[in-house]
């Protein structure tokens, strides 16, 4: 196993790199400096290992990246989701944030987490495992936050092809926190059997939902998935006719004993590709797409469109801070946030 570095752009005098991670199995994860932006995650077939699939969408490069208003694969915070009416409140103070999805705000605001250039902290292999931690400070009241939020993600690529990603803060003041990565898979690949996101397997640890307003915002209710559209307790195959009645794009509750556990598998019925997510996290959002453009230029020059891509998003339930029935968000100062997030590759479902 190896890891390579190299620099691929500077901003305003910062100097943004592409970090590779591959390990003895010819697994490989490429990723940017630039929000944590994950570029390749490579899956060799199983009988022809010098064969694969790149399994994640993605720009074609840095360039692309940078211009790009999505959040293709890249760190999301300083809260994941959504937060209505762009505010909430704490220590009887109101604080304000940035109004990016109609009144509300997401994924962190104007310039969240995936558009930062994190530091590298740390570079290091040994006999199992290759690791980078990534490193951001944000400061006191950007996007409307309050603290200086001292932030390390960690990615780590196993010899049992796992893909690991680790997040932790720590506030000088309380403050909100809901870290999460958003991850397009699509494990057709970009090869002879690319497409959109039909004939994927799903299966989600949970037999409850939340539910949504008009807005994709939760409403404080939690619904048994039994006889909908969002049950997957049984393994389930994506259908054109699915995706055609709205697909999904809720947050499922997988429970809070903060203990890793498995929240959900998927994979591809034609390359037989796939992932095992645990997290131990108490919410996994289940996103097929839905709200993809009908146009992204994307890699190996293939056009993406509507749900050519599916998201899970291990996190706290969208608008906690704004819910007293779900876990809150906040971080007391000097104390610590943890998150975990254990992505099983494999090319034998």
């Known amino acids: 196993m190896n890891f390579y570095k190299h620099k691929i752009h500077s901003m ?30 490579i899956i060799p077939y199983k009988n022809n290992p010098d064969k694969f699939e790149d ?7 840095i360039d692309q990246c940078l ?14 989701n959504r937060i209505s009416n762009s505010q909430f409140s704490l220590n009887n103070n109101t604080y304000k944030l940035f109004n990016n999805v109609g009144d509300n705000h997401l994924h962190g605001g104007k310039e969240g ?23 951001y400070v ?3 009241l950007e996007e ?11 990615y780590t690529l196993n010899n049992e092809n796992e893909f690991i990603i680790k997040n932790s803060a720590v506030s000088d003041a309380d403050t909100i926190v809901n870290i999460t990565n958003h991850n397009y ?15 994927h397997t799903v299966k989600i640890f949970s037999s409850n939902v939340c539910e949504n307003n008009e807005q994709s915002i939760p409403t404080g209710k939690i619904l048994s998935v039994k006889n909908t559209q969002f049950d997957f307790i049984e393994e389930k195959t994506i259908t054109q006719d699915f995706l055609d009645k709205g697909g999904v794009d809720n947050n499922y509750d997988v429970g809070s004993d903060n203990n890793l556990k498995t929240v959900a598998i998927a994979y591809s ?21 839905n709200m993809m453009v009908d146009n992204y230029v994307g890699k190996y020059n293939r056009t993406y469109g509507l749900q050519h891509g599916f998201c899970f998003e291990p996190q706290l339930p969208p608008n906690a801070i704004n819910e007293k029935n779900f876990k809150s968000p906040i971080l007391k100062a000097n104390e610590t946030y943890n998150s975990t997030i254990l992505i099983k590759l494999s090319n034998n479902f």
């Not at 991670?21 to 390749?40: P, Q, R």
């Not at 987490?113 to 490193?135: A, T, V």
């Not at 409307?144 to 960690?154: A, H, M, Q, T």
Request: net charge negative; with cysteine; charged share 15%.
């Open 12 to 41: 305003s005098g910062v100097d943004i790199y592409s970090i590779t991670l591959i390990n003895d199995n010819n697994y490989k994860i490429s990723f940017y400096t630039y929000g944590g932006y994950i570029h390749n995650v």
């Open 55 to 61: 399994v994640i969408l993605g720009y074609d490069d």
């Open 67 to 80: 211009e790009a208003p999505g959040y293709f694969n890249s760190i999301i915070g300083r809260v994941g």
């Open 113 to 135: 987490f995936n558009k930062k250039i994190w530091s590298i902290n740390s570079l290091s292999k040994n006999d199992h495992e290759l690791i980078c931690e990534l490193g």
């Open 138 to 140: 944000s400061e006191n």
């Open 144 to 154: 409307g936050y309050p603290g200086n939020l001292d932030c390390k993600v960690s």
């Open 185 to 199: 898979w699509n494990f057709h690949g970009h090869g002879e059997h690319y497409k959109n996101i039909t004939d």
């Open 269 to 289: 019925n034609i390359t037989k590709m796939g992932v095992t997510y645990l997290s131990d996290q108490p919410g996994n959002q289940f996103y097929t797409g």
